[in-house]
């Protein structure tokens, strides 16, 4: 097979266009070959001229006949390594596995270790996702909160009302990225995921997705249960024998997969008190700024709209002068900001965009990373109190409603009493109000220094009438729940996994991770 890197065609180019580049670069003349896009990013510092770059896998009918003369550092011979899931080993398992949590961490946990005939069970304590939807959609409009079903618990997890944004900067020497993004095209996602350089699925696609991928986990002899919370676990001799769902049901386990997430605050403390070594761990917090999407499409792509590339994203870094560095964050092209609260009396919020991304704003988080020295106690859950003193904050300045404030009051440090030409795109009631007030002075500052500066490289950035509403406090886990080599917590049989447990950021990483852990446990037990 024969790596072509950095082919570059125009953006509106056809595919016959790009075949016949493809049989140009390598002299190919009438030799027959197949070829599959590896990699397409997009290079638009021409606006005039922008480009797609592509990455190709070439397999011409006899790559003998193909000129050595072709051969550079862009056009290279490589072999496919495909990936290999771990052969069952020969510990016996008495009880099927545990998995807590049906977020992508779990799903995926589960999704491998049911193929592999371990019959592994989910429990999940929030609602299957059509249900959950609607559960969702009422919060969103008239605030009843269920502190158990919402944005961040449920099938899917947290990623289930989001852009679906699928890019992980996590390294992959053994093609796990690769079997996550393969595992959604199966389930129903855009074949072009597998190739682009910032693919995403849209929450409109996701919740389908999920409800396919939890399909095969049953056909394959594993089983979902919802509405079924785990309260506790039971310990004997420093190994974990039993876990207890709903503060009643006990449900025996040689081991469990702790994939619960960064919001299962009620869950952490828990663990805490059942002995389980956790750390306090550093996260970012901040607010979401809502910008039009044709002004950064403008920016951008220097025109208002694509038809070809769609809604334009952006991301922005800055270092400012008391250190603080000040960064964008899950950004959403076209997308809505979210009350994303699953605590009554606390509110934070997230982003969302659907598959079209063709919302009028564009909006992300402008974060600050805070570390436990910020965090009122240096427990182990010190960060989970960080988080919640902001988001009583943020309930308290918006009464409950997302609290909204245009930057030129951010500027004055005032209440926002009329908006200007932009107009809030949230999911949720939403209210004026001053929202720095929400944040430790240093990080209101930062974000200030931040926007000032993003405004000279993304022009109309820092205009007066862009919005902010906040609080921006789930970025990612307050805690690690500590794993050794083997990726089991000091309670044997209790593996921490995903995000929650301090070791994934994102949806494909949380993923990778849940497949890394069933091939730990394929390694060392026997299947059913
Ligand atoms: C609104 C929003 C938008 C986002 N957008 C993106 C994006 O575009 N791209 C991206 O990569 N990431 C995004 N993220 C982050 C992403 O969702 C998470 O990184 C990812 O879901 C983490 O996966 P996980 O499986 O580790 O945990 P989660 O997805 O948080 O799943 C944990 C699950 O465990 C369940 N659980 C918790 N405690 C218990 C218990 N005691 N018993 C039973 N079940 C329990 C929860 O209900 C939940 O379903 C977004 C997050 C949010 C909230």
Known sequence: M?????????????EEELREKISRTLRLGKLPFVYKISRQSLDARHKNDKKFVYTVDVIPDDEKKVSR?????????????????????????????????????????????ARAGYRPVILERGEEA????????????????DPDSNVQFGEGGAGTFSDGKLNTLVKDPFGRNYEVLKRFVEAGAHREIMYQQKPHL???VLIGIVETLRHQIEEMGGSVRFRSKVTDLKIKDG??????????????ADICVLAIGHSARDTFQMLLSRGIFMEPKSFAVGLRMEHPQSMINEDLYGEPE???????????????????????FCMCPGGYVVNASSEPGMLAVNGMSYQARDGENANSALIVTVTPGDFPDNGPLGGIEFQRDLERKAWAAGNGAVPVQTFAD???????????????????????????????????????????AFGKKLKGFDRDDALLSGVESRTSSPVRIVRNEELLSNIRG??????GAGYAGGITSAAMDGIKIAETISKKYRNF
């Open 2 to 14: 024969i790596r072509i890197t950095q082919l570059k065609l125009p953006i509106n180019h056809t």
């Open 69 to 113: 003369k072709v051969y550079n550092n862009n056009i290279m011979s490589i072999k496919e390594k495909p990936y290999h899931f771990p052969d069952p080993g020969s510990e016996s398992l008495e009880h099927r596995p545990v998995i807590i949590g049906s977020g992508p961490a779990g799903i995926f946990c589960a999704w491998y270790l």
């Open 130 to 145: 059509s249900i959950r939807k609607e559960t969702v959609d009422q919060f969103w409009k008239n605030g009843v909160l």
């Open 202 to 204: 849209g929450t409109d």
């Open 239 to 252: 190994a974990l024998c039993a876990v207890v769902i709903n503060g009643e049901e006990i449900l025996p």
């Open 306 to 328: 694509n038809e070809i590339l769609g809604s334009a994203s952006y991301k922005v870094t800055h270092t400012c002068g008391n250190g603080r560095g000040v960064y964008s």
């Open 410 to 452: 951010y500027k004055d440090n005032k209440t926002t009493t009329v908006f200007g030409n932009i107009l809030p795109n949230i999911r949720g009631t939403y209210a004026m109000a001053n929202v720095r007030s929400i944040l430790p002075k240093d990080i209101g500052d930062s974000i200030e220094e931040g926007i000032l």
């Open 494 to 499: 209790i593996y921490p996994c995903g995000e």
